[in-house]
């Protein structure tokens, strides 16, 4: 298991010599110390980073897309271990790991290598006698910076679009979850990246996250977590004004109307909100239950939150792992409280689980609340396995409720009407909306928000285009230009 940092192609200590213990949520017990990025550290990192452009750049993109579909393999190749890995280190259960986000990351750089060669310029119809084309140039060094929810996922997100436009990558990974990146890191030295095209540096945000979010060298940072911090990012990126791509966090509404399949629907809200005991930014974390329906609903929905499965995220079975520290679980099981105190009533859940095997771990029992619409339970992002149940009569309300929090990122509606599912889903302020359906993503499909979710786009071509620059080439074929200055 790699426990250093990752910088021009080697895996070296921290200058400060500082290390992070990285702890087994499940149990709370050391998996290992990983060395901690500083500030020098980053400058490093950057500084490799920079030296690998312009040979990096000026590869032909086919090539670098190669290396991207070898890098694809070989997670395919390693899925087992890898699925493990980020298991142990996030909580995931070992089921999601091995369905969803091992696929999804190997899937995701194997877009990106494809796509490589095939983001096209333009050439644009201007005056005769003239052409003009334009290019997408990358930006040069990108700095990255995720959480600890998706680390494993998120490494392709952010690093698959960067590299295949030709950009270098500085990525840190949350000082939470860093082990799957390390991983992939080696496994991109295997494949044949060059030395400085990714580095890899853990650490502290206010650390090793403040400096390249800051870093003078560093074209654009790319950022994912929490709207706070993404506020920090956009101050410390002012000094040389490099790109920010912001994504955020999200309070998702999902709607529920009284004309639904309420089988699908009742399983599709609480795949919405427990999958990953709910740390997910696009969570549907509001539940809008038109009023004809809500009781019934809710009887199977409890009943099936009740029926969750919690346990060790190792063990095939579990359904439901633990939240990803403890610092965490006290926050999330604090909105219980907060949910209380504005005259919220608590259905189910709201508390760690009785079970002695989990009691050393930082589980969440599957929680339901309802409350109003701004109450801050159904307000603020609680990012654990917390659903805030909200009642509506008529479309105009459900999709006030939906529109009325600062954010902006996933939403889903359940109904059988087709005229009225295309008309709210373009009415949503939301960047992300799934009908009959919840928190499908896919490399092709482009992901953010609006509002205070952020902005920008991960995935497609939308993410290729915010990886480069157009640059805008004239050349005089035929034209005869008057001279501006008769001598
Ligand atoms: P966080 O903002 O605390 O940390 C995210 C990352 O930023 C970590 O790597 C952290 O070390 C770093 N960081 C912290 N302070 C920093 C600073 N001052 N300067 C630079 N870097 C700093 O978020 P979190 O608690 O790790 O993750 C949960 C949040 O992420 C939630 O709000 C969630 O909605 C959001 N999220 C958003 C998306 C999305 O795509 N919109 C996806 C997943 C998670």
Redesign the pocket.
Known sequence: MQNKLFINGRFVDALSGVTIEVLNPHDGSVITHIAAAEAADVDLAVEAAARAFPAWSRMAAAQRGRLLLRLADAIEANAEELARLESLDTGHPIRDSRALDVPRTAACFRYFGGMADKLEGAVVPVEPGFLNYVQRAPIGVVGQ??????PLMFTSWKMGPALAAGNTVVI????LTPLSSLRIAELMAEVGFPDGVVNVVPG???TA??R??EHPRVGKIA???????GR??VE?SQGNLKRVQL????KGANIVFDDADLDAAVNGAAWAIFHNQGQ??IAGSRLVLHERIADAFLDRFSALAASIRLGNPLDPETEMGPLTSAQHRDRVLSYVDVAREQGGQLLAGGKAPAAASLAQGYYVEPTIVQARPDDRVAQE?V?GPVVTVLRFGSDEQALAIANGTPYG?GSGLWTRDLSRAHKLAGAMQAGMCWINCYKRVSPGSP???VGQ??YGR?MGFEAMRDYTEARSVWVNVDAQIAPHYRR
């Open positions: 910076i995720v959480p600890w929810n998706f840190k990974p949350s000082e502290y945000g206010h996250g403040q390249l979010a950022f994912t977590g929490s709207t706070a911090t920090s990012i410390a994504e955020l966090g999200g997910a930014c992002e990012f990122l992901f953010g928000g979710s952020g991960e």
